[in-house]
């Protein structure tokens, strides 16, 4: 009789947090706004990323609680990214990249974002709130940003979170929080190529190109940016628009949002990672 075949999974990466281990991970080290015009700064301190029983926490600080820094420097002063993490609203992300960018820059290469959740317990619009329970799914692609066809592979559904988040990416590109699916694409018959519209040679020869290559997790807290529309309205007023400064408008503001932090319940918590390859 012939076999049967048979899908079998290992754990090819697994961490509790029962440690930290540096070494598993690439901490970034940059003031680069995330092409969303964020406001954080990321760097390795301490204060920000940290292990305790057995929980990762990623936990925004101001950069006026680094010693090194005064309020007259936070005006005057130059930036070594050496010190502290400054963040104020956040953004949670817990997202994906290629690791080789095999076909080309972004978006050319994909991008997978597992869940996305803005940190505020409102943001509304059209009677909608857009706050913290409320998830998003997205794939990135297309030749260039300004062919971006994200919003052909978008979902988000509002999720009584439990304190415990669990998510992952299935073999079918699903995902799914607590449980409950967020986003699902099934790889489109004619290929990403034809079905974004684009015209011009394919770069992707792979039938689920871009998204055939390997990706790398990426776990952040962002702050502020285009992420939060001027138009919504939120649970305490914005405190930037625009302007040529928003990043200060917002610390100069901090009195209307600043009694919202309580100590590491603003820090983007996981309880383990598990990456399971079929």
Not at 47 to 74: S, W
Request: proline share 6%.
């Amino acid at each position: 009789m012939p076999r049967r075949s048979v899908k079998r999974s290992h754990t090819v990466f697994k961490d509790d947090f029962n440690s930290w281990n540096p070494s598993n991970y690439k901490q970034d080290v940059t003031a680069w706004g995330g092409g969303n015009g964020e406001f954080q700064v990321y760097t390795p301190e301490a204060a920000n990323t940290f292990v305790r029983n057995g929980v990762l926490y990623l936990k925004p600080t101001f950069l006026i609680d680094n010693a090194n820094f005064t309020n007259y420097q936070m005006y005057h002063g130059r930036m070594d990214l050496n010190c502290n993490k400054w963040s104020f609203n956040f953004i949670i992300a817990i997202w994906m990249l290629p690791r080789d960018w095999s076909y080309g820059g972004w978006p050319r290469s994909g991008e997978i974002d597992l869940m996305e959740s803005r940190g505020n317990s409102y943001a509304g619009a059209g009677g909608v709130n857009h706050g913290v329970n409320e998830v998003s799914s997205t794939l990135h692609w297309g030749p260039d940003s300004g062919q971006n066809r994200y919003y052909k592979t978008h979902a988000e559904k509002y999720v009584l979170m439990n304190s415990v988040l669990t998510e992952y990416l299935s073999p079918e590109t699903d995902t799914y929080v607590d449980n409950q699916e967020i986003l699902r694409v099934n790889t489109p018959s004619e290929g990403f190529w034809r079905w974004g519209g684009f015209g011009g040679t394919s770069p992707w020869h792979a039938h689920n190109a871009p998204f055939d290559k390997p990706f790398q997790l990426i776990l952040n807290v962002a702050v502020g940016g285009a992420f939060f529309p001027d138009s919504w309205h939120y649970n305490s007023p914005k405190p930037w628009h625009g302007g040529q400064h928003p990043m200060r408008d917002f610390w100069e503001k901090r009195g209307d949002w600043q009694n919202s932090w309580h100590g590491d319940d603003i820090a983007l918590q996981v309880d383990y990672v598990e990456m399971i390859q079929q």
